[in-house]
């Protein structure tokens, strides 16, 4: 019996582009970074949040007598959230009839969570999948991972960890022995490009990615590519990557804003940016990459 718990943002079944195969993918919450182009909003605060869809809202009241902190109630043309009340408890969400109400950061135990992930194992074994856990960054909550994935790890099930990689080397050495796969995102090369775009230094973080090639572990890299941004960084994280021995493949990932309603419900700063890549801006980070031998994805 582990009773170890984390906050957790969303289990996502049947996901397919967090890892080979059939997935299930648990997002956990906090994150070190601030990425200008988060598309995660909801994972970035460590504390439970909750987001109100105000175009989904049927103005049906149910919420009202949910929630302890009195944060909903009914105005002259409608439900009206006080969200400087609102404790973030999510009782409110599970009466809401026109799903306006979101909580991000359920507090869950790993018992609690492991046979809701193990339903799907039929799955993953037919399809090469398993289970990732992502974020936010989910190493924050390193020893909640290193009990999960321990537990997953006994069921036979193959794990995934999507990290950013800023992280102690302790909470990759907590999760290395259960984790077979390492999704981690290089977002710049040079280090003031990388401050600029997450607030944070990549130090850190290029020296965890050499720490875990070095392992012997396979790590699949993710590249987000965000014109006028990181869009100069590909040659050279190409250099980087062709030096490591252990890259199973790289996946460029376009840029997109659709996280823009996401900022808006949890009444956070939208700092997502308006430029988009082209098709062929993203096939040539691929060539670049190709051509450093590079499996790309």
Not at 29 to 41: I, M, V
Not at 66 to 86: K, Q, T
Request: charged letters at 25%.
């Amino acid at each position: 019996m582990s009773n170890i718990r984390g906050k957790i943002i969303e289990i996502k079944r049947f996901a397919v582009h967090d890892g080979d195969g059939i997935r299930t993918t648990v997002f956990l919450k906090g994150c070190p970074l601030k990425c200008l182009w988060c598309h995660n909003p909801e994972g970035i605060s460590f504390a439970p949040q909750l987001a109100y869809y105000e175009n989904k809202c049927i103005s049906c009241g149910e919420c009202l007598g949910s929630c302890p902190a009195g944060a909903h109630r009914m105005g002259e043309n409608g439900h009206i959230f006080d969200r400087a009340l609102c404790a973030g408890c999510g009782k409110c969400e599970e009466n809401c009839l026109g799903e306006a109400l979101k909580h991000y950061g359920k507090d869950m135990s790993v018992d609690e969570l492991l046979p809701m992930l193990l339903e799907d194992k039929e799955f993953y074994e037919n399809s090469g999948g398993g289970v990732t856990l992502s974020g936010g960054e989910c190493l924050m909550q390193a020893e909640f991972c290193k009990e999960l994935l321990k537990k997953l790890k006994e069921n036979r099930v193959n794990t995934a960890v999507d990290t950013c990689g800023f992280v102690k080397r302790e909470a990759i050495d907590a999760v290395m022995p259960y984790t077979d796969i390492f999704l981690y995102d290089i977002k710049a090369f040079d280090e003031d490009v990388h401050i600029k775009c997450t607030g944070v230094s990549n130090k850190l973080i290029l020296e965890n990615l050499k720490y875990i090639d070095s392992c012997g572990k396979d790590i699949e890299v993710r590249i987000p590519y965000v014109p006028d941004f990181n869009s100069d960084q590909i040659e050279k994280i190409a250099e980087l990557l062709a030096s490591l021995k252990n890259i199973t493949k790289v996946r460029v990932l376009p840029y997109h804003n659709y996280a823009g309603s996401k900022y808006a419900s949890l009444d956070m700063k939208n700092t997502l940016p308006e430029k988009l890549p082209s098709a062929e801006e993203v096939k040539n980070a691929e060539r670049i990459l190709s051509e450093k031998n590079i499996s790309v994805f």
